[in-house]
C-alpha cells in the first residue's frame, strides 16, 4: 500500500510564475490536506479537502493560493505569481475519516523561488 | 485558540540513554487526540506515537511512549535507549476538530541530537 504521493519533490520557480504541487493520498484515503512549513518553523494548516469539496482553506492565503480534490486524479495546490516569501516545504497528508484518524504525510515538495 | 507550546528548541543525549522531550497545549475542548512527529534530516514527516485523550493509559510503541497529563495539559514523550537514528525534529501536535473540520496544530519543534 503506497504512501502518500508528492511531487514534485522539488520545484523551482522565477517569480510570477505559477507552481503546481501534486498530491496523491493513500489507497482508500478520501481526507487531503495541506501544511505548509516554512524554514525553522513547525508546520501551518493551509487547507482541508474531500472529493470535490473545499472543508476549511481557513490557512490559505486569500490571494494567489488555490486547491482541489477533483473527483477523479490528485489534489493540487496551485500558486499563482509566486514571491519569494512562498519559498517553503509543502506537505500533503491524507486520513480515511475524520474524527482522530491518524494523518499520514507525504514527502513533502520543497518550493524555490528564484 | 488552541496553542501547542515546545519548550525546549535543542536536546542533546547519548546514545543508549533516554530522553524526554516535554509539550504543553491549551484547549477547553474534553475529547481530542494528539501527536507525536519525527522529521529527520530527509524532511520527512513520519508519526511516532498517538494518543486519544479520553484514554487515561500512556500510548507506547517499542522504544517510545509519552506521559500525558490530561489536568496539566502536557504531552511529553519519552525516548528510550537512544539510536543515532533518532536524530531529528520533534513535533508535538494537538488535532483540533471544529465546524465539520479538523486539522493538526503543531508546535516549533526540539531539535534532538542523539551522541555516539
Known amino acids: 500500500n503506497a504512501g502518500v504521493m508528492q511531487n514534485p519533490r522539488h520545484l523551482v520557480r522565477r517569480r510570477g510564475q505559477e507552481a503546481r504541487l501534486r498530491c496523491s493520498p493513500m489507497k482508500g484515503h478520501s481526507h487531503v490536506y495541506w501544511y505548509r512549513q516554512l524554514p525553522e518553523e513547525g508546520l501551518k494548516f493551509m487547507v482541508y479537502?474531500?472529493?470535490?469539496?473545499?472543508?476549511?482553506e481557513s490557512g490559505m492565503p486569500k490571494e494567489r493560493f488555490s486547491a482541489e480534490f477533483p473527483k477523479e486524479g490528485p489534489s493540487i495546490l496551485r500558486i499563482q505569481q509566486v514571491v519569494r516569501g512562498d519559498s517553503a516545504a509543502y506537505f500533503c497528508a491524507s486520513s480515511p475519516q475524520k474524527s482522530g484518524n491518524t494523518i499520514y504525510f507525504g514527502e513533502g515538495s520543497w518550493l524555490t523561488v528564484v | 485558540a488552541q496553542t501547542v507550546t515546545q519548550s525546549q528548541p535543542e536536546m542533546s543525549v547519548q546514545e543508549a540513554e533516554t530522553v524526554t522531550l516535554s509539550c504543553t497545549y491549551d484547549t477547553s475542548e474534553n475529547n481530542y487526540y494528539l501527536f507525536w512527529y519525527k522529521q529527520p534530516p530527509s524532511r520527512q514527516m513520519i508519526l511516532v506515537i498517538r494518543?486519544?485523550?479520553?484514554?487515561?493509559q500512556n500510548a507506547t510503541e517499542n522504544r517510545f511512549s509519552v506521559n500525558f497529563q490530561k489536568a496539566a495539559k502536557s504531552f511529553s514523550l519519552k525516548i528510550s535507549d537512544s539510536q543515532l537514528g533518532d536524530t531529528a525534529m520533534y513535533f508535538c501536535a494537538f488535532m483540533k476538530q471544529q465546524g465539520g473540520s479538523e486539522k493538526l496544530v503543531f508546535g516549533k519543534g526540539t531539535k534532538l541530537t542523539v551522541n555516539p
Open positions: 479537502l474531500q472529493k470535490e469539496n473545499i472543508i476549511d
Open positions: 494518543q486519544e485523550a479520553y484514554k487515561q
